[in-house]
């Protein structure tokens, strides 16, 4: 499927939540015609879940997704899209296909950056290495280290820059919960070692300050923890946080940092628009957009999609999630093209 394509799919609504927090960063020199404000958007906990565009079971929304962002770009705010966690493996077909088919959405999107969470290891380190080769952007993390040689296995960070304004990703997860009890768990990281984030924040977050203006930490550690990391490492500017499952968008303040996370599965995505009302100052504002069809849709569309019962049936074939039939219903309900009716 051509990128192009996809992202001038289904148009809909969305519903906005939005709070206001002040942020500092150092300023840049000024320039002669002030360019419109960065605009990051992001998920955390997507799991591998594309099918939301076919109302099958209420997850996913890569369409939806795909409509956002093209919006934002038709709009002269390309955004930064960036993901704090447990992206590719969760949903049936993501095992099936090892993360392949969200992988290959992801690239579509444009992704920046995506951080690694234990959750990416379900399949062992072989498998989300070969998803690592695959992907467009970098995966990101500072305290996964090889289990012999303790070299990382990432990169611990990346910067982007939007908007003359230069981002800097720092990426930690935690530990599987009750690791020493959990041998299919052991089993999974074999071959890695998670480390301390605190320590591995210490080490890498001075570099972080020093090539960029915003430090944003992609966490996927319980809220409770990352508020401490706050409090301990005044440099970080952001933490986008991951496993911590809310069922509707969080953004707060708390302890000098904005704390920001959306719903799992990709029933949310997340933006944070960043206002700068004067020379060093920026103001984050977050909003979550809902990316559920079923959501925005009016009565027929959604009598339509609860026909919706047998979608492996086109959609999974050979042993390989298609978006090939995602994109035909689309085109159907648009009255382009297309046939689902055994289906739909």
Not at 166 to 183: D, I, K
Not at 231 to 252: A, H, K, W
Not at 300 to 311: F, G, I, Q
Request: proline share 6%; with cysteine; charged share 20%.
């Amino acid at each position: 499927m051509r990128g192009g394509f996809l992202l001038s799919l289904l148009a809909g609504s969305v519903a906005l939540v939005g709070l206001v927090v002040s942020l500092r960063i150092a300023a840049r020199p000024a320039s002669a015609v002030t360019p419109p404000p960065p605009t990051l958007l992001f998920t955390n906990d997507t799991m591998g879940f594309l099918q939301v565009a076919c109302g099958c079971r209420g997850y996913g929304g890569v369409v939806e997704r795909a409509r956002l962002i093209h919006q934002l770009r038709n709009q002269g705010r390309p955004p930064l899209l960036v993901d704090a966690g447990n992206s590719l493996l969760g949903s049936p077909e993501s095992l099936a296909t090892q993360g392949r088919h969200i992988l290959a959405v992801l690239n579509i999107l444009g992704y920046a950056v995506c951080n690694i969470s234990e959750r990416d290891f379900r399949l062992g380190r072989e498998v989300l290495r070969a998803r690592m080769e695959e992907a467009a952007f970098p995966f990101v993390s500072a305290n996964i280290v090889d289990a012999e040689t303790g070299e990382l296995f990432a990169r611990p960070y990346a910067v982007r820059e939007s908007r003359n304004v230069r981002f800097g990703f720092l990426g930690v997860t935690r530990q599987p919960r009750f690791l020493e009890l959990r041998p299919e768990a052991q089993a999974e990281l074999k071959g890695v070692r998670i480390t301390d984030p605190r320590e591995a924040i210490a080490r890498y977050l001075p570099e972080v300050r020093g090539v960029s203006e915003v430090a944003v930490l992609l966490s996927y550690l319980p809220h409770d923890e990352n508020i401490e990391l706050a409090s301990r490492f005044p440099g970080l500017d952001l933490i986008l946080e991951g496993g911590n499952t809310p069922q509707e968008g969080v953004f707060q303040f708390e302890k000098g940092v904005a704390f920001a996370s959306s719903a799992d599965r990709g029933v949310h995505m997340g933006e944070i628009q960043f206002d700068m009302p004067r020379p060093g100052v920026v103001v984050p504002r977050a909003f979550f957009h809902d990316t559920r069809e079923t959501g925005t849709a009016g009565p027929d569309e959604r009598k339509h999609l609860t026909k919706a019962h047998n979608c492996d049936v086109c959609h999974f074939k050979d042993g390989r999630w298609s978006l090939e039939p995602l994109v035909s219903m689309q085109q159907m309900k648009s009255g382009q093209a297309g046939n689902c009716g055994k289906c739909h």
